[in-house]
């Protein structure tokens, strides 16, 4: 099966961390009224005369360290090396890239014969430069994506292309004709908005965005999906769902089965993590017979298999959270009703399903034990589905990165701390892997070691955890020590080789601690599920049991160690702040949230409400309450200085959470750094030069604080 749609794709949909933005009521959430709500106005010219001094202070500072320099020069050789591995999708032989260096800032969109691809020296073909079609367009355009569609018994693909004024989520849509390099005049396009759309034919495509008139859900996305026509106006296509406004969102999708044969539908994205799939027939839509919490993985051997995020009793059998399960695609077609159900694969306790490849060969299962990756066949037999391994390189992560049922190769991605990242490809009828490409070394491990060691949280639980560090550090509490941390969302954090890391920290004697904290996916959906909600202390306290663990081993101590966590991690610094000032000599909230008595009013963070709960909830809020960083700032703590990293042109998670809580440093007079990217989305970086000068601030930072002074 393949599931295709004009979102960032995820595996439900509405990706995992996906915050957007959308301008609604504000409802009363505090009996005091906020000073600081001058701050959440994005573009304000006070907010932004704010921003811009915050600015200069902090680039004063920390750029005119001696090591700022050379930190940017590595991290920029890193991210604009030409030795990049060069991501991409195998359509009909072809390998279709985005790529971004030095000279293409925003970057290329380009393809080569899968035969080129796999030399040292692909011949590249350019479909499009965007630093071209930015300056004649003068526009701040950043790609975010090609949405490719053949229609059957064509030879030529249909192309929707995604492009973002400067990094946000929103977009606009654009048809592109492949062969002759040129939009198409008068073809499908799309004014700015959070939308996706699903190719149907030549002539139609499926399409959510915002149709005005309150069309558009509290977290800012679509709730009513359409079916244009070529040369139609847009507001003339014919609705097709309509979702509610409470809803996080309405995606339109296409399902391609092993026939070819073309299955439309959306889906209702009801909560952030329960979803309604609908199928479009000829009398209307009809619900696919599956749980609120499950995923569509793929179609195999004529079976629908899809994931399970909860337990599941249907027609008296019991299937568990995390389970694989499926049942026959035509029968539930034929009667719109729910078919027998088979179990297709049962992780254990210490497994998680990471993701499936459908190809033309077989499927292949994708799963994480004990935060080490593997790969299965999957193979139906008249006694159930069978697994069988397959020999990897080594014991790192692995993670699909490309599958499609037309196609016979799996692209492959796998790594470690250590290892620099390569790409495989599989062959789904053989097994055999090769190794397409591999990223030179960009720093030194030799005398690095990787730990991987428990931590145990205050209710029993043991919480993983990986040390990189040289193997002849001296435990005495004197290693500067940087430790990162999610904890939401079902995102796992896996072993991953990190240039950056590796030439801005390690290779300068620091020590670098991944936590595999409960909220995170390391160990499937009941990992994630233990710390939603007023459970969420839960995380807190299993990121504070590993921090205290490795201070216990004396390889670090409080002074000498740091704390580093984006988004939903920005959120894990902020309490972690707040909680145990004690326990930090730095603290690094990248993109964070911060106030959590007001997040659901900002941008997407209506949608997050199954992850925090709702600030509108009298027990939940009493909990948010506690937790939340902003209102829970003291003046009179003795928190070490701070160093805020947000955009101002994040549309998932607003920049005012940062700046409300820096100027709450202000006003008390208490030290603090401050750098908020004007342009970039999420990532807080539009481009590699940007992200290289982020990744620079974030490095002298964290030497200035843990180590000893530059020489």
């Not at 439900?12 to 600081?36: C, E, G, I, L, W």
């Not at 030799?446 to 955890?465: H, K, N």
């Not at 490795?550 to 707040?578: A, F, K, Q, R």
Request: hydrophobic content about 35%.
């Amino acid at each position: 099966m393949t599931i295709k749609s004009g979102s960032a794709g995820n595996r439900k949909t509405v990706p995992r961390d996906r915050f957007a933005t959308v301008a609604y009521p504000q409802r009363v959430t505090n009996n005091k009224q906020d000073p600081h709500l001058w701050l959440e106005e994005v573009e304000g010219d006070d907010a932004l005369d704010w921003v811009r001094s915050q600015n200069e202070r902090t680039l004063a500072e920390l750029q005119s360290d001696p090591r700022y320099a050379g930190f940017e020069a590595a991290a920029l050789e890193v991210l604009t090396s030409e030795d990049r591995i060069p991501y991409g999708t195998i359509r009909d032989g072809l390998v279709y890239n985005f790529w971004q260096d030095e000279q293409h800032v925003r970057g290329l969109w380009r393809r080569t014969p899968l035969a080129s691809y796999r030399g040292s020296d692909p011949e590249w073909e350019v479909l499009l430069d965007v630093d071209a079609l930015a300056e004649a367009e003068d526009a701040n355009w950043v790609f975010k994506g090609a949405n490719m569609f053949r229609p059957v018994d064509s030879d030529r693909y249909l192309c929707l292309l995604s492009l973002s004024d400067g990094g946000k989520d929103a977009i606009v849509q654009r048809e592109f004709d492949i062969e002759s390099r040129q939009f198409v005049t008068d073809g499908f396009s799309t004014p700015e908005a959070k939308q996706a759309a699903a190719w149907i034919d030549d002539d139609h495509v499926l399409i959510g965005t915002d149709w005005g008139q309150e069309t558009v859900t509290e977290s800012g996305y679509p709730f009513v999906v359409k079916r244009w026509t070529r040369r139609t106006p847009l507001h003339d296509a014919e609705e097709l769902l309509r979702g509610k406004p409470t809803d996080v969102g309405v995606f339109p999708f296409t399902i391609e089965k092993e026939d070819q044969t073309l299955l439309t539908g959306a889906v209702q994205a009801d909560t952030f993590f329960t979803s309604t799939y609908w199928l479009f027939t000829d009398d209307g839509a009809v619900r696919w017979p599956i749980p609120p919490k499950a995923t569509p993985n793929g179609i195999s051997h004529g079976r629908f298999i899809f994931s399970l995020e909860q337990d599941w009793q249907p027609a008296e059998l019991g299937f568990q959270t995390g389970d694989l399960v499926a049942f026959d695609l035509d029968a539930f077609l034929d009667t719109h009703e729910l078919p027998p159900v088979e179990l297709v694969f049962r992780p254990s306790a210490s497994q998680s399903v990471s993701g499936i490849a459908v190809a033309s060969g077989g499927t292949l299962l994708s799963i994480s034990e004990n935060v080490v990756g593997q790969v299965l066949r999957l193979e139906p037999t008249s006694s159930g589905w069978t697994t069988s391994r397959i020999e990897l390189p080594g014991t790192g992560d692995v993670g699909i990165t490309f599958s499609d049922h037309k196609e016979a190769t799996v692209l492959l991605n796998y790594e470690d701390f250590l290892t620099p990242t390569s790409l495989l490809a599989l062959d789904s009828t053989t097994d055999q892997i090769d190794v397409l490409k591999t990223l030179p070394d960009h720093f030194d491990t030799e005398g690095l070691v990787v730990d991987q060691l428990v931590a145990t949280s205050p209710d029993g639980t043991r919480i993983p955890y990986f040390i990189v560090r040289r193997a002849d550090v001296v435990f005495d509490g004197s290693t500067p020590t940087l430790l990162y941390g999610y904890g939401g969302f079902q995102v796992p954090l896996n072993p991953s080789y990190s240039g950056t890391i590796g030439r801005n920290w390690l290779e300068h004697g620091g020590a670098f601690v991944l936590a595999n904290i409960r909220g995170g996916g390391e160990f499937g959906p009941t990992w994630h599920q233990a710390g939603l909600k007023t459970n969420r202390q839960r995380i807190y306290d299993d990121f504070i049991a590993v921090a205290e663990s490795i201070i216990d081993s004396e390889l670090t101590s409080p002074e000498h160690l740091g704390i580093m966590g984006g988004s939903n991690g920005g959120l894990l610094m902020g309490v972690m702040l707040n909680q145990r000032p004690d326990l930090w000599g730095a603290v690094v909230l990248q993109v964070p949230l911060l106030d959590m008595l007001r997040y659901n009013l900002l941008l997407a963070g209506a949608s997050w409400v199954d992850e925090y709960g709702s600030p509108d909830d009298p027990d939940e809020r009493a909990f948010l309450e506690r937790i939340s960083p902003y209102q829970n700032f003291d003046p009179d703590k003795p928190y070490p200085a701070p160093l805020f990293v947000t955009s101002t042109k994040d549309d998932r998670v607003h920049p005012g959470h940062a700046r409300k809580l820096a100027k709450k440093f202000e006003d008390a007079g208490r030290p603090f750094w401050y750098y908020e990217n004007i342009d970039g989305g999420h990532s807080a970086a539009a481009n590699q030069t940007e992200a290289a000068r982020r990744t620079a601030l974030e490095f002298t930072y964290l030497m200035q604080q843990l180590a000893k002074p530059a020489a």
